[in-house]
């Protein structure tokens, strides 16, 4: 007998289940709303993008993308990705004919089954796939006749001659692009960058204000408000940069959108109840002031270095900035002793921040100012900005975001300026619960309680104009026992009973029971739906 094997939801997902969801739809329905009044529509993108769009926005050298990223090749055959391992990694050194036929066995394998591959277009015929087929195909016949000419002579030379070829053969291999190399997005700005790029965007009244929600991806270690398969609810502003325009006149109107966005935030936090609000913003500077201000941080760090823990040595190699995120205590007060960005931003960058706190002032927006707000994505310039909530415990950042001025260029686009923010929405709907402000149970407005023929067809057309008119109702699909129907009733959270038998049929006057105090009355259909119209 097989063996029945029991299936659960992937490490670091879970399923979202009723009533739970009720609070996800009405969190995702308020944001619709409060982003609509802003002006913004919805994207919805695809859920994997090449590889490359997220390595170059986001950076191939951040976690996201170097360590978190699920990734794949997009072609059908495991058998050549199998295959292809068996080639990549040779033994060091091969001396027996036996293993010198079984690799001459994988290489053939391979060349036949690729060959399938390309005939079927699942595997592309590009000049350099086809050079390389025609290249291992060589190195076959030449594999071949030198175990054969090994076999008489057992000499060292034909042997070195073989495990020579084997490592040409690993090397040819790897020249064959077998399909694109895709990934689940990590993050959404990237796609929507792209989407902006491709849809001619550019063409539309600028701004273009766009909002999206839906699961993001990333391999990190799960714990309390931390999965791999997450939900963000985000929106990016971009505009194009008319040509010529003088980046100094246009401070106060960045600042004004940048302002725009974080107030867009707290709204929709605020409409929601969220409890224990706080934004953190930063400027962390732009192509100018930042690169001199990291190079200071850099060499001060460097007269530190034996005090630092082995994730901030190496950062201060690949990304000085990222020390500052340090959560480790003993980084602490060396971290606290270290120049500040604020006091080293060019007078561009330092005029706009100061107009983001004026115009978050204008707003009534509270917020704190943290000099150490760098975030993770290599794609910020000027305005950072973060939001925590209560209830949280050490992943607490419910939102995040800055201005990305750059990216859709960077992603061969026009110049563009970029502000956007993403929630984490599993965060979100988290801190809500804490708060107790989760979704209550989905209840029933009537359980349609029927015995007999004649009173299920009553109970059918009742349950018809109820739902059409917009209630909840619940049908059993087979008579009960009314003592039954009313427990099961209860059990649904049901408001009302709505007992249907022959009695009533006949006469048109429903029984309509009250389940909050038993009350029991009889009623014609109209005089029902009135009530509950009155009721809700
Ligand atoms: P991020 O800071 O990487 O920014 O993510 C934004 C939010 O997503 C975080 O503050 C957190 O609430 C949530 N989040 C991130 N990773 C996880 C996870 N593994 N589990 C649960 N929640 C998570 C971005 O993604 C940028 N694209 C934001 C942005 C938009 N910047 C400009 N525009």
């Not at 329905?29 to 390595?55: D, N």
């Not at 060589?138 to 175990?147: F, K, P, V, Y």
């Not at 040595?313 to 003993?330: A, G, H």
């Not at 980084?331 to 561009?348: R, S, W």
């Amino acid at each position: 007998m097989a063996e029945k094997k029991k299936f659960q939801a992937i490490k670091g997902t879970r399923d979202l289940l009723p009533p739970e969801t009720e609070l996800w739809n009405s969190v995702e329905q308020t944001a619709r709303e409060v982003f609509g009044t802003f002006g913004f529509g919805e994207i919805r993108p695809p859920i994997f993008e090449p590889t490359e769009l997220f390595a170059r926005a986001v950076g191939g050298e951040t976690d996201i993308v170097s360590k978190e990223m699920y990734s794949f090749e997009d072609h059908g055959s495991k058998g050549l990705t199998a295959l292809r391992s068996l080639l990549l990694t040779p033994p060091r050194s091969i001396t027996d004919q036996q293993s010198m036929w079984l690799y001459e066995c994988f290489l053939l394998d391979f060349l036949s089954q690729l060959d399938l591959a390309m005939q079927n277009q699942t595997i592309s015929k590009s000049p350099e796939n086809l050079r390389a087929q025609q290249d291992l195909s060589t190195l076959a016949g030449e594999l071949s006749q030198t175990r054969l000419r090994y076999s008489e002579t057992n000499s060292g030379t034909d042997s070195e001659m073989f495990n020579k070829r084997m490592r040409k053969v690993s090397i040819f291999v790897l020249l064959i692009n077998m399909g694109d190399e895709l990934a689940l997005r990590p993050e959404a700005t990237a796609s929507v960058c792209r989407a902006y790029i491709e849809h001619g965007m550019h063409a539309l009244p600028q701004p273009v204000k766009l909002y999206y929600m839906g699961p993001m991806f990333r391999r990190e270690r799960p714990q309390k408000g931390r999965y791999r398969q997450f939900y963000q609810i985000g929106a990016e502003v971009l505009e194009m940069v008319p040509p010529n325009q003088d980046p100094a006149k246009n401070i106060g109107k960045d600042a004004a959108v940048d302002a725009e966005v974080i107030e867009m935030v707290m709204a929709f936090f605020a409409r929601l109840g969220l409890e224990g609000v706080k934004l953190e913003i930063n400027s962390i500077g732009d192509r100018d002031c930042r690169p001199k201000y990291v190079e200071l941080l850099r060499a001060e760090l460097l007269k530190v270095k034996d005090k630092l823990g082995p994730d901030s040595q190496r950062r201060i190699e690949t990304n000085p900035l990222r020390v500052l995120d340090s959560k480790l205590e003993n980084e602490q007060g060396i971290i606290a002793g270290l120049p500040k960005i604020a006091d080293h931003l060019c007078a561009n960058c330092a005029g706009q921040y100061a107009e983001v706190k004026r115009q978050l002032n204008m707003r009534g927006v509270a917020y704190a100012e943290n000099w150490r707000l760098v975030r993770g994505l290599d794609y910020y310039m000027r305005t950072t900005f973060e939001i925590t909530a209560l209830g949280l415990g050490s992943q607490n950042a419910v939102c995040g975001g800055g201005r990305y001025d750059g990216l859709v260029e960077l992603l061969g686009g026009p110049p563009t300026k970029g502000i956007g923010f993403a929630i984490g929405e599993d965060r979100l709907i988290l801190s809500l619960q804490e708060a107790g402000k989760g979704g209550a149970a989905q209840g029933r407005d009537v359980f349609v309680a029927w015995m007999g023929e004649k009173a299920q067809a009553t109970a059918i057309a009742a349950a018809q104009k109820l739902r059409a008119a917009g209630f909840r109702v619940e049908l059993p699909p087979v008579g009960q026992k009314f003592g039954k129907a009313l427990g099961q009733a209860d059990k649904l959270g049901a408001r009302y009973a709505l007992i249907l038998g022959d009695d009533e049929v006949a006469t048109g006057q429903w029984t309509v029971k009250t389940l909050a105090d038993g009350s029991q009355t009889k009623m014609s259909e109209a005089e029902f739906l009135e009530m509950l119209r009155k009721g809700l």
